[in-house]
């Protein structure tokens, strides 16, 4: 059976760690994010991770605030816990 990704799930450091590695740039010493507005990035990483539901996790991110990838990083976490 799949499960959610949630930031208590044992996943949550990879996940946190590969969106970040990849939404996150340096150009000319300044940082910049990757993120188009959407959860692209966010659902390809959950695809890799294997035993993940992409389409419930993506619903709970949703509801924590992320409504994009840079959304992700920034609120589910932080939402999650207040819960």
């Known amino acids: 059976m799949k499960e959610v990704l949630t930031p208590s799930h044992k996943l949550w450091p990879t996940f946190r760690k590969k969106l970040g590695d990849i939404i996150t740039i340096y150009v000319d010493e300044k940082l910049h994010s990757r993120c188009k507005g959407d959860l692209a990035l966010t659902t390809d990483i959950l695809q890799s991770l294997g035993n993940i539901d992409v389409k419930e996790t993506v619903i709970l991110f949703k509801e924590l605030g992320g409504n994009c990838d840079c959304g992700v ?11």
């Open 73 to 83: 990083l920034l609120n589910v976490a932080k939402s999650f816990n207040n819960k």
